[in-house]
């Protein structure tokens, strides 16, 4: 059995991670912002233009229009000392230094003893070989928009990594909404890890295993892929 988890919601802190280097960024230029509110303006525009999104648009090209439209929004052009080329670049290095979650390293242990443990993710490649959560899953699961050749939460992204193990079976741990909403109406079996600031969509699906601690996979993950025959 592959599983593979989400790579910024269920594994990465992103929001405590960004909004930290935003909010130095800010500091820095005097912007009258905080990192969190930088943080949502843009992460909320990356991930509305990820609906619409088809390579060969990249990972890199829907964050630079997103951080764009959240400049604009903010009042922060070049005047004020804004780049978005170099702010953009600034920003993705700093992937690096995002945290796991605290019960991330043991949690995904637990499940690679058993299974193949993967990442599935909107990044481009490079950018997921950059984080902290790579270093602890199978380089060859690393399974992204870029390779697959579509975006969360189309079905499409779900099918294609479905089909990029075959025949192993494959399940998915989801943590954001629209990530889990997506996998199960893709037919995956899925598990949701629940994480501060993610809600279910109201309008998809209820995940039919749910855990609050990753300690809690691998129970998880085996009893998803049973209750999925």
């Known amino acids: ?3 593979t988890f989400d790579l910024f919601s269920a594994l990465t802190d992103s929001r405590s ?6 909010g130095g960024l800010a500091a820095e230029r005097g912007w009258d912002v905080s990192g969190e509110d930088l943080y949502d303006r843009w992460d909320g525009h990356n991930k509305a233009a990820q609906r619409t999104a088809r390579p060969p648009v990249t990972f890199r090209d829907v964050s630079g229009s997103s951080l764009l439209r959240a400049y604009d929004e903010l009042g922060l052009g070049p005047a004020a000392g804004a780049d978005v080329e170099a702010d953009l670049a600034a920003l993705q290095a700093s992937v690096a230094d995002w945290p796991l979650w605290p019960d991330v390293a043991a949690g995904v242990a637990a499940v690679a003893a058993r299974h193949r443990v993967g990442i599935l993710s909107n990044v481009d490649d490079d950018l997921a070989r950059t984080t902290r959560a790579h270093a602890l899953v199978d380089p060859a699961l690393v399974l992204t928009s870029q390779r697959l050749g579509a975006y969360k ?3 499409e992204l779900y099918a294609a990594a479905a089909a990029a193990v075959a025949p192993e079976r494959l399940v998915h741990v989801a ?6 909403r997506g996998a199960l109406e893709a ?3 899925t598990v949701r890890l ?3 600031g993610h809600v279910l969509d109201p309008a998809g699906p209820p995940p039919p295993v749910e855990v609050h601690d990753a300690g809690d996979l691998l129970r998880a993950v085996e009893e998803a892929a049973g209750a999925a025959g």
């Not at 991670?17 to 935003?22: H, P, R």
């Open 17 to 22: 991670g960004g909004s930290a280097f935003l």
């Open 153 to 155: 939460p189309s079905p």
């Open 1 to 3: 059995m592959i599983v």
């Open 194 to 196: 629940v994480r501060p």
């Open 187 to 189: 037919g995956l079996a």
């Open 175 to 180: 943590a954001s909404g629209r990530d889990v």
